[in-house]
């Protein structure tokens, strides 16, 4: 069956420059999470998409980074004039109805490295 | 503010052993918590949950545990396989978080044949 997909699965790119990345959820799922994983840690949350409702911005580190998601299924996160501490794996998870007792299931993630 | 940790950040046991990792958490509003295995180069994979409401909860080779009194959490994996090597991670969440997950670290897990 089909899981969460992403992609790029690698990006490198020139501090600077823009970059998107994509997270296809797993098909039904209302609920979508970005999150971001710094080598060696744990995951930091990002952004979180439920239904029709604003999303939850709260976890995004500054205004160079957002997100959108469109016909409640893709999301794509955008992060502009990259830095080099933006440097990461960005991980994708969707949830069937983002209650409060559901576990988040991932994608295998983007890994993007700011030269 | 809230954080969700673990004991130790490295585990080394034989094939055949039982293994316990360990996670502390410091927000006593947690009402759900959920193991996850990371394999290199893949996203974290669903091992199981449990809710505030219980103290265990069993699956295939895993036992969670979970003590309110102290705010600690741990899975265990019994008989442990070469395939069970990855990095674990705890998250917890609470209802007024909107089901966003709070992670911690994460324990490295190597099982020497």
């Known amino acids: 069956g089909a899981g969460v997909s992403q992609s790029p699965s690698n990006k490198v790119t020139e501090k600077g420059k823009d970059v998107e990345l994509r997270c296809d959820p797993i098909s039904g799922h209302t609920a979508l999470y970005w999150y971001r994983q710094s080598l060696g840690q744990g995951l930091e949350f990002l952004i979180y998409f439920q239904g029709n409702s604003a999303p939850d911005k709260s976890g995004l580190p500054s205004d160079r980074f957002s997100a959108e998601r469109t016909g409640g299924s893709v999301s794509t996160l955008t992060i502009q004039r990259t830095q080099q501490e933006d440097s990461a794996v960005y991980l994708c998870?969707?949830?069937?109805?983002?209650?409060?007792?559901?576990?988040?299931?991932f994608g295998d993630g983007t890994r993007l490295s700011i030269l | 503010g809230e954080n969700v940790g673990l004991h130790l950040p490295t585990l080394s046991v034989q094939e055949g052993d039982n293994s316990i990792i360990n996670c502390a958490y410091s927000?006593?509003?947690?009402?759900?918590f959920i193991w996850y295995k990371q394999e290199s180069g893949k996203g974290p994979q669903f091992i199981i949950d449990i809710r505030s409401n219980m103290d265990k909860r069993q699956g295939q080779r895993v036992t969670v545990l979970l003590n309110k009194t102290v705010k600690h959490l741990s899975l265990q994996i019994a008989a442990t396989q070469p395939g069970d090597s990855a990095v674990y991670f705890c998250a917890e969440s609470h209802y007024n978080q909107g089901g966003k997950l709070i992670f911690g670290q994460g324990t490295e897990l190597s099982v020497k044949p």
């Open positions: 927000n006593s509003a947690s009402d759900y």
């Open positions: 998870a969707s949830s069937p109805s983002g209650g409060d007792f559901e576990p988040q299931h």
